[in-house]
């Protein structure tokens, strides 16, 4: 009893309490009772309302995103012409690319706002994986315990079918030699004969708390009429040693069978964990690709972005939702496992309420409802031994011939004897329980959490869809076109020398019509102002026929600057020692 005091015990997290505390609404708004009844239509209600507060939300978003999209397409519409010649004064008074007038603030405003969505959805994508490890550490916890659990009760049901087997071989086989040799005497076949009636009340002893095998006894090899002994199921039913097999009756065999149900929830889990490995990806795809985007300012790589951006706006709003009947299904089963057990008809099945709740619960001031039967096969054990003992002191120098006989009953009584005491053992709660407790743990504790991560991701995944589709639109009207990106490259082939911002320049002056030359101004009298260099002589018109070159500035001439030789030096100064007046009096007066 000492050891009993070491039974592991489960208590409710506070998760679990939190979320089994929320109000509970049916589909006429009523309040409903939080009990863990998922076979009920009224307990299903409350989880679609509960699951419906996303679709809500998924409503709400696609509101959002919908009155950014008309603000962009139609109010800025009208805009773009007005706001043309603002535009271009921006662009020449500022440097580089152009982005500190008002509409570059406007771009860099838009650009933030993506870049911080995107960082928002991959902490949610971190949260998410970390949420995904968890659940599946909690139902890996949960299967591993339900097939111990399984292995025990199998090894309980395959102890109690060899001791049978072992039983009955030695009631037909060597006690029946022994009583047709103790025929002559009285006293022997006495003793023969308790042996006999003693092996049957251990049969039926045992027998009623064995397990209804009518599949197991075909692969065991076992009879499934023992000497007339009818079976009373307690327990529940073990699944025999061979693999699991999904009934194909029904959806749960009856009575429950943990291995069947590790099985299942192993496939099951395989398949959830895999669907949010490829949303993840799916998230961190579309993240990566926005930035890149935004960073090589790709117009169609954004616009593919923003068509998966839809695509996971609508699979988190609905993973939210699915995460959150799950999490408040669970919470109200794990609140008190242990009532939905004992009331349940999957478990209890042909199976007495007081084992459940011996195994489920495994209190010290519970005896064990097999102690009596227990006690009454291990006295009948005790009394087979000293039978046969007394027939070996005492038969054996009168009928020698009954020595292989005897010899053979008293193998198999010692064999019974030790798949007895391991059933005892196999039989007491702390095995069980502590399974049981296990599973709990890994159900209702990393399970839990995992699920509350991932809920966690799904909500702020699902609000950063919702930022990066608004600011997606309004990111790549800000880039340009690529007609402009062709009409910037032909520009750039034609004189390369030229700068962008001084063709703009000219692209703009010739907008606003022709200006007069620099040196082009009407006035006899007029000089040139002071220059160190020679004027020279600018023709209006060449031998050619074409027009000359008037008197411009270089850099309104769109041309390089000479380069001159050191020969072409030399003759400057020559020329600057001798200067002709009359010559440049001559080429200015015209």
């Known amino acids: 009893m000492a050891a009993m005091t070491t039974v592991p015990s489960y208590t409710p997290s506070l998760w679990v309490r939190v979320c089994h505390a929320l109000p509970r609404l049916d589909l006429t708004m009523q309040m409903k009772d939080n009990i863990f009844v998922p076979d009920s239509w009224e307990y299903q209600q409350t989880l679609l309302v509960l699951s419906s507060l996303s679709a809500i939300a998924l409503v709400i978003s696609l509101l959002v995103v919908l009155s950014f999209l008309i603000h962009y397409c139609c109010c800025h519409r009208g805009d773009r012409s007005e706001g043309s010649e603002e535009e271009e004064e921006d662009e020449d008074a500022s440097t ?12 860099c405003c838009v650009t933030w706002v993506a870049v911080a969505a995107v960082t928002l959805c991959c902490v949610a994508i971190g949260i998410g994986f970390y949420g995904n490890s968890e659940a599946n550490d909690g139902m890996y916890q949960l299967t591993s315990s339900l097939l111990t659990a399984n292995y025990t009760l199998a090894s309980i049901d395959l102890l109690i079918s060899d001791t049978i087997a072992g039983l009955q071989l030695s009631i037909s086989g060597p006690l029946t030699s022994m009583e047709e040799l103790f025929t002559g005497s009285k006293p022997f076949l006495v003793s023969t004969r308790n042996c006999r009636r003693l092996s049957e009340n251990v049969i039926n002893l045992l027998s009623s708390i064995s397990l209804a095998r009518s599949s197991m006894d075909a692969g065991l090899g076992n009879d499934s009429s023992i000497s007339g002994a009818s079976i009373i199921p307690l327990t529940p039913v073990p699944p025999s040693v061979a693999p699991t097999v999904v009934p194909t009756s029904g959806l749960l065999p009856n009575p429950f069978s943990p291995g069947w149900a590790a099985n299942t929830l192993m496939v099951n889990e395989d398949y959830r964990w895999l669907s949010y490995v490829l949303l993840l990806l799916l998230d961190l795809i579309v993240c990566l690709f926005i930035l890149l985007g935004l960073a090589k300012q790709a117009r169609w790589l954004l616009i593919l972005m923003t068509v998966l951006a839809w695509l996971a706006l609508f699979l988190s709003w609905g993973s939210l939702g699915l995460e ?9 089963f794990c609140s008190d496992p242990n009532t939905f057990v004992l009331n349940s008809t999957h478990f209890n099945t042909g199976t007495s309420s007081d084992v459940l709740d011996y195994y489920l619960t495994c209190s010290r001031r519970m005896n064990s409802p097999f102690q009596q039967l227990l006690t009454q096969s291990q006295r009948a054990l005790s009394n087979i031994h000293t039978h046969l003992s007394s027939l070996d ?15 053979e009953v008293q193998q198999i009584l010692n064999s019974t004897e030790g798949n007895f005491h391991q059933l005892v053992a196999l039989l007491n709660c702390r095995g069980l329980n502590k399974d049981y407790i296990d599973s709990l743990k890994g159900l209702c504790y990393d399970g839990m959490e995992g699920l509350l991560y991932l809920s966690l991701y799904s909500f702020l995944s699902a609000l950063a869809f919702t930022a990066i589709l608004c600011s997606l639109p309004g990111a790549w009207r800000s880039f340009p076109s690529e007609s402009e990106e062709y ?4 520009s750039e082939s034609e004189d390369p020398f030229t700068s962008h911002q001084a063709r703009r320049q000219t692209a703009s002056g010739s907008q606003r019509g022709a200006m007069a030359p620099f040196y082009n101004y009407p006035g006899a009298g007029w000089t040139p102002p002071f220059s160190s260099a020679p004027p020279l002589p600018t023709p209006n018109v060449s031998s050619n026929g074409n027009p000359g070159y008037e008197s411009l500035p270089l850099t309104d001439r769109q041309s390089p600057p000479p380069s001159y030789s050191p020969s072409m030096l030399t003759g400057y100064g020559g020329s600057q020692s001798h200067p002709n007046p009359a010559h440049s009096r001559n080429l200015y007066s015209r």
């Open 487 to 490: 009409e910037d490259s032909d």
């Open 324 to 332: 959150t009947a799950t999490v408040v299904a669970l919470s109200d």
């Open 96 to 107: 580089g690319h152009g982005y500190s007038g008002k509409k570059g603030r406007g771009i």
């Open 393 to 407: 002191r005492n038969a054996l120098t009168q009928f020698p011939k009954a020595e292989k006989s005897l010899r």
